[in-house]
Structures are given as C-alpha cells and as structure tokens.
C-alpha cells in the first residue's frame, strides 16, 4: 500500500525553536511538493523538487524557511526560527513524472503550533 | 487567489440528492485537479481533467476548457460524502493553485 509519509504529525514548539518536517515519498515518484494551509490563506505552494532539485521555492518565506531532499527517500522542510504565524498544517504531496498529466497524492500532514 | 473560484462555499444537502460543485477560472492551465478534504484532514486527489469528463463511481467531474470552468457532480449523496472540496489549477510546470474550497455536508 503505497503512500506519503510525515512526521511528527503534530508538532508543538515555542516561538524562536527550530522546526524539521520529514516526509517520504512515494517509492518511485520523482516530484515532491511543500504546501501548507492555514484557516486565512487555505492551501499555499511552499516549494517542489523534481528528482531531489528544487525547482519551485517562490511561495516559501526564504529568510526562515528552507527545504532540501537529501535522497530520493526524504524530503525536509525546516523553519528556523520559527513564530507564531507558522502555525499550520504542512503537507508533502508526490508525484511521478510518467505522464503529461501527474496526480498528486498527499501525506497526512504535519500540524504545528507555534506557542 | 482570484485566479480559481469555487462555488458555492458551503454546501448542506440531504441524503440521495444530486450535487454540483462549481469551478471558475481566468487563466490557462494544463490540467486542473478536484481534490477532497475529510474532516481529519486528509487530502484526496479525486480527478485530474484536462478535457472533458471523467466518472469514478458516483462522482463525476467535467471541464469545459473554452469556458474556463469545471464541475464537480455527486450522485446520490451520503453522509460520507461531507467534506470540504478543493479544486486546483495547474499552471506552470506543476505548481498548482487551490481554490477556497466547498465545504459540503450531506445529512442522512
């Protein structure tokens, strides 16, 4: 049964810690998505990679957030330091680029609070 | 934001009724996607059209490319059906564009 994961799934922290998301995606899937939704902004593009570049990281705030894919196994998404207005769910989505037209499919997400 | 428009936002229907999700846009894409989102918070991918229509089960989604507009259609609605429904635009490269979404409840 081939999925996305995340962890942690949730996440609390105080303002100023450093944050590490973890996803993995789909065994085989060469495109790996960052969004994130919040209850005002609904879903966002943070940042996507295809086979491990980045390719797409306009919708992520650069001076706090990065997002790297250190193999093809695992991608990360890091805030540091992180505030209070990065309270959110984040989800990784992967894709394979078989086809003109790639489904995505979606993690659990990872919701952080940040006190 | 206003490049996707969904309507309407919220949605409160009977068990068994026929419902359309609406799906207005004003820019080219390549392929637009019709996401479901349940209470817990996963996200589903329902459809991925590019051109015209295509079934899975009781759901139904159309694209009308020279209108810019797509519809979501579900068929003899049940409660499990609730959930909000996204729909999401593929513009450049793979980057896409979400809809507020349609928050949708079928009461038994």
């Known amino acids: 049964d081939a999925r996305v994961t995340q962890t942690p799934r949730h996440k609390v922290t105080e303002m100023g810690q450093e944050v590490t998301m973890r996803c993995q995606p789909i065994?085989?899937?060469?495109?790996v998505f960052w969004y994130r939704q919040t209850m005002m902004q609904g879903l966002e593009l943070l940042a996507y990679?295809?086979?491990?570049?980045?390719?797409?990281d306009s919708g992520m705030p650069k001076d706090r957030f990065s997002a790297e894919m250190p193999d093809a196994t695992l991608a990360t998404l890091k805030i540091q330091p992180s505030e209070p207005r990065d309270s959110a769910v984040y989800f990784c989505?992967?894709?394979?680029?078989?086809?003109?037209?790639?489904?995505?499919?979606f993690g659990p997400g990872t919701r952080l609070t940040v006190l | 934001k206003n490049e996707v428009e969904q309507s309407p936002q919220n949605l409160t229907a009977q068990e068994g009724e026929f419902i359309t999700i609406n799906c207005s846009y004003s820019?080219?894409?390549?392929?637009l996607h019709w996401l479901q989102q349940h209470p817990g918070g996963g996200i589903v991918s329902l459809f991925m059209?590019?051109?015209g229509k295509k079934k899975h089960g009781r759901l139904i989604a159309t694209i009308n490319i020279q209108e810019k507009h797509s519809s979501l259609h579900i068929t003899a609605s049940h409660p499990r059906d609730s959930a909000v429904y996204i729909c999401?635009?593929?513009?450049?490269?793979?980057?896409?564009?979400f809809g507020e979404g349609t928050q949708l409840t079928v009461n038994p």
């Open positions: 999401a635009l593929r513009t450049s490269g793979s980057r896409l564009t």
């Open positions: 989505a992967s894709a394979s680029l078989a086809g003109a037209y790639n489904e995505q499919f």
């Open positions: 990679f295809r086979n491990r570049a980045p390719l797409d």
């Open positions: 059209l590019s051109s």
């Open positions: 065994l085989g899937h060469n495109t």
């Open positions: 820019v080219g894409i390549s392929a």
